[in-house]
């Protein structure tokens, strides 16, 4: 990813609310299908860490990334943003610019 596209999906993130909130149980497997369904159905998401949560948002973020195979856009405070774009590309809704 370029950071144009990063940039751009930044910009959408900025006005989304999260979607899940991550608490003190932190990346559960049950959490993880969660992300992975938001997913597939929204591309992008913003996740919100509350403050009983163990694991740092940083951490967090490059677990669920990884188990989920996507890209983490961005870790502010207690926020992840995160995107995979849709399998089929007649199925996406964000278009990244070049």
Same mark, same amino acid.
Do not use: F, W
């Given at each position: 990813?370029?950071?144009?596209?990063?940039?751009?999906l930044? =910009?959408?993130?900025?006005?989304? /609310?999260? #979607?899940?909130?991550? =608490?003190?149980?932190?990346?559960?497997?049950?959490?993880?299908?969660? #992300?992975?369904?938001?997913? /597939?159905?929204?591309?992008?998401?913003?996740? =919100?860490?509350?403050?009983?949560?163990?694991?740092?948002?940083?951490?967090?973020?490059?677990?669920?990334?990884?188990?989920?195979?996507?890209? #983490?856009?961005? #870790?502010? =405070?207690?926020?992840?943003?995160?995107?995979?774009?849709?399998r089929?590309?007649?199925?996406?809704?964000?278009?990244?610019?070049?």
């Amino acid at each position: 990813m370029t950071s144009k596209q990063r940039a751009y999906l930044k =910009g959408l993130a900025m006005t989304m /609310e999260p #979607v899940l909130q991550i =608490g003190k149980s932190g990346a559960t497997p049950e959490l993880t299908s969660a #992300v992975a369904e938001a997913l /597939e159905a929204r591309e992008l998401i913003k996740l =919100g860490v509350l403050k009983n949560c163990i694991d740092g948002a940083n951490e967090l973020a490059a677990v669920l990334a990884e188990r989920t195979h996507s890209q #983490v856009v961005q #870790v502010i =405070g207690k926020k992840i943003v995160l995107y995979k774009p849709a399998r089929e590309e007649k199925n996406r809704k964000i278009v990244l610019p070049r």
